[in-house]
């Protein structure tokens, strides 16, 4: 493939990473509104727009959401005017959820409008660790990049806490319950059970590698985990911290046992655990340093995540 033919429009944060990881960023010629990293990427023209407020608060959004699947609506409208102007040679989407970005039936109709050029549309579907891998690596197929070494280093980075953390002790191993959504409440599910058994942890809820559901508070009470941790998509730190009060400020919430020995966390799911992209890596190591301090020290506190403080 001639290199200075390609043009690729990415409507996907996690595509754009991987792409960014494969040192493709200076072909990508347009984003999603959603697209923020690397930082270098946010000059790019912007091919998507929401049709909902995300600083609606949480519960609003799940509905103005339901509202829009129910009457067959994408929560996302792709620019086509931009995309014309674009003329990009592929299209980065995905096909794994109708709520994180735009829908690949989308994509394909409005392909289907342009006038010039049909792109080729490269669509990701990760729903565990091992698709994200396979991903960089299709997408290392489709622009002649050889993703030997990037692969490596990633899998390397999750080795060695998988490594450090198969030697705990039964008791040493938290349950954990990840918190995707608060109202109304989900638990995370697809690929962040594995990241958290991977760091060192007891995932409780969640199956690996199926959608995220609904859940009730009474069976997060009857669980009573060791560990809770947010991680709301689309929401960084602070917003998730904002976020977490929907549930810590209920008075059940005081009688769980992270909630009494300070093992509630919050963290930039939007950044990381949201995204599966090479950044699952970092959250992986996220998690250890968060279950387990004693032997992990990457230094993400504070920007990644923090304890959450009763106060």
């Not at 200075?4 to 040192?23: D, F, H, Q, Y």
Request: charged fraction near 25%.
């Amino acid at each position: 493939m001639n290199d200075n033919e390609v043009r690729i429009v990415s409507l996907i944060p996690s595509g754009t990473e991987i792409l960014a990881v494969l040192g493709l960023t200076d072909k990508i010629i347009g984003r999603s509104h959603e697209c923020d990293y690397p930082e270098d990427i946010q000059n790019r023209p912007v091919c998507t727009q929401a049709r909902l407020d995300s600083n609606a608060p949480s519960g609003e959004i799940h509905n103005k959401v339901n509202d829009l699947l129910q009457n067959a609506l994408s929560i996302y409208e792709i620019r086509s005017d931009v995309l014309e102007k674009l003329q990009p040679t592929h299209i980065v989407t995905q096909d794994q959820c109708e709520v994180c970005a735009v829908s690949f039936a989308e994509v394909e109709k409005a392909v289907a409008k342009l006038t010039q050029g049909a792109p080729k549309i490269i669509s990701l579907q990760p729903n565990i660790l091992q698709d994200v891998w396979g991903d960089i690596e299709r997408m290392g197929n489709a622009f002649g990049v050889d993703v030997v070494k990037v692969l490596e280093n990633l899998e390397a980075r999750v080795k060695i806490v998988e490594h450090r953390t198969k030697g705990l002790a039964k008791n040493e191993i938290l349950s954990v319950a990840c918190i995707e959504w608060t109202e109304p409440l989900m638990m995370a599910a697809n690929w962040v059970p594995e990241l958290v058994h991977i760091a060192g942890g007891k995932p409780l809820f969640g199956e690996v590698g199926e959608h995220s559901t609904q859940f009730k508070l009474e069976n997060l009470l009857a669980s009573n985990p060791d560990a809770i941790i947010f991680m709301p998509c689309g929401f960084d730190l602070n917003r998730t911290r904002q976020e977490a009060k929907i549930l810590t400020n209920t008075p059940e919430w005081e009688k769980l046992h992270a909630s009494q020995s300070g093992k509630v966390y919050i963290t930039d799911g939007n950044a990381y655990f949201n995204r599966p992209g090479p950044r699952l890596v970092e959250s992986v190591e996220i998690l250890a340093e968060i279950l387990h301090p004693e032997i992990f020290q990457y230094g993400y506190k504070g920007t990644a995540w923090d304890v959450l403080s009763n106060s």
